[in-house]
Every structure is written in C-alpha cells, then in structure tokens.
C-alpha cells in the first residue's frame, strides 16, 4: 500500500517561466511536490497522468485561457481546489469564475504570504509557526538589524524570491529601506558575482533618460562625443536597480517595456539591438495602481515588472526595530562606547517617525555629535522627539507595539534580569513573566 506524502502535491499553470519558477520554489521550501505547465493544454495532458491535490491557474494563458480552461479541470478532478491568479483588469472575470467553479482568486503583484494561506486553508493544511514552516535565511548583511515579526516576514520572502530571474517591485514609504531590500535581493540571487546598478528615475534628466538607459552612439545628439553603454548594459550579468520608477516619464515607459520583454536594447542613435541579461528590481513610495487610473503609469509595464511586489513596513509599524537600529546607528557615529538613558531611549520609541529609518538614522547622528559623555539623553535629541511623552507599561491588557518594544530595549538594557528591567519599568517581576509569554507567543 502507497504511503501517502507528508505534503500535497501542487500544479503551477503559467506561461511565464519566472513566475512557474518563483511559485514552484516558493512551496518546494515547504516540501510540496510541484508540477508546471506552461499552458492550459500542456495542463491538460498533464492531468490525465497525475492528479494534483491543487492548482493555481493563471488567467491570462496562450490560446485557451484560464478561465475557458476551469470547465475542463471541472469535468475531471470537480473536486480539485483552483485558485485563479488574475491581473488587476481581470478581477470582475475573476470573480464571475468564482461563481461557477474556482474555489478562490488573487491579483498580481502576487503577495506570497497571501497566496501560502490562501493554499494552506483549501487544503486544511494547519499555518502553525512550528521550524517545518519556517524559512532558512542565508547570511545577512552586518546593516540588516531587526527583531520585528514584520521584518522577519519581508526578509523570508526575499530568500524565497531572490534565487529566482522574477523582475520585483519594492513599495513602501521614503526612507524606510528599499534600497537595502533591493540589494539584499541582488546579494542572495546566482547574480551576486555581477554588479548591481543603481539609478533614481527622479534625478533623470526627461531628455536624457533613453540614453542613460540604453546608452548612446558617438554623435547621437549634441554633445554625444563618445559611445555611451548604459545603464542596462552597465548592469548585464547583474541587476539594475530603478529607484522611484513612478517617476518615469510616461513617453519612455513603452521602450522600458520591450527591454524587459526581449531582453534587448537599442542605443540612442543606432538601429542595432544589442542584448542584454539583466534582472530589473524596482522600487516606489508611489502607489501606482492610482497612477494608473490616473493615465501616469501603464498597466502593462507594472505587471511586467512586478511579478513579485514586496512591502517595506514603515518604522512605526515595526517599533521592535527602533532601538536596536538606534544602538547600531549610535555603534557606527560615536568614536567611543555609548548609550542611551531610559528616558531617550522612551522618547525614540514613541515618536512617530514619518521619516522612517533615515529619519531616525539623522537623529542619532545628531545626539552622537551633541554628546559629550557616555550616555544620549534626550536633550541630545532633535527637540520635537525629545518632547515626545512617555508610555506606561500597564499591568494588564494587550501588548501594544510600543510596550512591546519598551520591554524588549529595557530587559536587553538590563542585560537580561528580568528583577531588574521590571522594577525600571514599575511593575511586578510576575506582570514581566505574563508579558513576556504573551510576546513569545506572538512571534
């Protein structure tokens, strides 16, 4: 008699080699068995031979789309969970699908831990946060400091997505890290060996944005004096990096658009297309679903490049992060060991940080250049963070993310005594235990 597998077995139906290649890794870490098929057809022969525990079907397909394609599964496996993976202007077709077979759908950019529970619930599959479900992290850079649940979420995702070719989309606010993410993302790829290149698409010149692209030819226009690669060639074997791509010119888009689709360039004043191998990863504190109802972005280009979108929290949905980023910040600006008092360490844990990192990063440059002793207090802090009041740490009721990080930065201040860290935060050594499990066990 046939064992059953540990886990099911999962067909991944897409006519993108990279998105078959980053979805089949994606839950090969969790030991499924994967199958592809880069067609409905290929799907279709593929079923009379095995039969998947479940599919996900992509919408847009050659010839027989997705949703023409779900009436067939039907008839055969009318029991098989199908989830629907639909662009953005196929979710009313989507929707209507669910209606009349597919058990769920979801939109691209695909976010991975969406699409795991997703998986996990049509296959009553328990999402307990025991090691099997767990992911691996390689080594990180010495500047990745974080200890917030929210991190570890992004910074796992990036070890499943960075080994694939998929092109990604970092969102998330000014100053909060995308550029660390994207070369975390070029650091853990097979391309590490090969540059990563870095541009801000607002600080290019509207005029100039082709060429610095995809290079120029001697004599293109005025004051071409030499031939000029680019950046795309700059970067082949690499990854090239377009900080705030919402701010590409519209008219360029379409050219940015064949790069991506036939791996070639053409040089500014030249009619010989050159090829290139590069992994586009982009990034934008833009929201450009807006910018493309608005007629500033086109849709085709985001979903070419957004196979994969990441969410960069802000700092003050991870205030775990804040003092240990702080300390590391004060270890790199100070010539000399210093620290912080509880009540600057209690003003940064409360501030908003509306600048995120870099704001934060500023402020402890500046406390380090105004601290004369061994100690930051908050007079050492830009005033309006100084101000900031104070948090109690209660003895009852939830954590929030505040006194979860106050008791965090104070136990690690008190090198771990746990009699100590609870008599400077004003409550029982026992109230500290409770709290401490409650934390434990939300991460």
């Excluded at 008791?407 to 400077?424: F, G, M, P, V, W």
Aim: proline share 6%; charged share 25%.
């Amino acid at each position: 008699m046939k064992t059953k597998p540990t886990k099911p077995t999962l067909m991944i139906v897409d006519d993108e080699p990279s998105q078959r290649k980053l979805l089949g890794g994606f839950f090969a870490t969790f030991g499924f068995t994967i199958i592809e098929a880069e067609s409905a057809e290929a799907m279709l022969d593929l079923l009379a031979q095995h039969a998947p525990d479940m599919i996900l079907l992509d919408v847009r397909l050659p010839k027989m789309s997705g949703i023409d394609a779900l009436p067939k599964i039907r008839e055969r496996l009318p029991t098989v969970p199908v989830v629907l993976i639909t662009a953005y202007a196929d979710v009313r077709q989507a929707v209507a699908a669910v209606k009349s077979g597919a058990d769920d759908y979801l939109s691209k950019p695909i976010d991975l831990e969406e699409l795991k529970v997703a998986v996990y619930d049509a296959l009553a599959i328990p999402t307990s946060d025991d090691a099997e479900n767990k992911i691996a992290l390689p080594d990180l850079p010495a500047e990745f400091i974080f200890k917030s649940r929210a991190m570890r979420q992004l910074i796992e995702t990036v070890a499943v997505v960075a080994p694939s070719e998929a092109p990604i989309l970092i969102q998330g606010p000014s100053g909060a890290g995308k550029e660390l993410i994207a070369q975390l993302i070029h650091q853990w790829s097979p391309r590490a060996s090969h540059p990563i290149v870095t541009t801000n698409c607002a600080g290019l010149s509207a005029t100039l944005i082709e060429s610095e692209l995809f290079g120029h030819v001697k004599g293109a226009f005025t004051g071409a004096s030499e031939d000029r690669k680019g950046l795309f060639r700059t970067a082949s074997g690499g990854s090239l990096f377009l900080d705030e791509i919402g701010e590409m010119p519209l008219e360029m888009q379409p050219k940015l658009l064949r790069a991506l689709e036939t791996n070639q360039v053409t040089p500014v004043g030249s009619d010989r297309h050159v090829n290139v191998d590069t992994r586009l990863v982009a990034a934008t504190n833009r929201n450009l679903m807006d910018e493309i109802k608005e007629g500033r972005f086109r849709e085709d280009l985001f979903y070419r490049m957004s196979v994969v979108e990441l969410i960069v929290p802000p700092l003050a949905d991870r205030r775990e992060d804040i003092i240990p980023l702080a300390r590391h910040f004060a270890s790199q600006f100070a010539n000399r060991q210093v620290r912080m008092s509880p009540q600057a360490s209690q003003a940064i844990l409360t501030h908003s940080w509306t600048g995120n990192v870099r704001e934060l990063r500023n402020a402890i440059q500046r406390a380090c250049l105004l601290c004369q002793g061994d100690v930051i207090l908050p007079e050492h802090l830009p005033a309006h963070i100084a101000t900031d009041a104070t948090v109690e740490v209660s003895d009852t009721g939830r954590l929030s993310q505040v006194e979860r990080a106050t008791i965090l930065a104070t136990l690690e201040e008190c090198d771990e005594n746990r009699t100590q860290a609870a008599k400077k935060l004003g409550i029982s050594r026992r109230a500290l235990i409770y709290k401490l499990h409650d934390i434990d066990a939300d991460s």
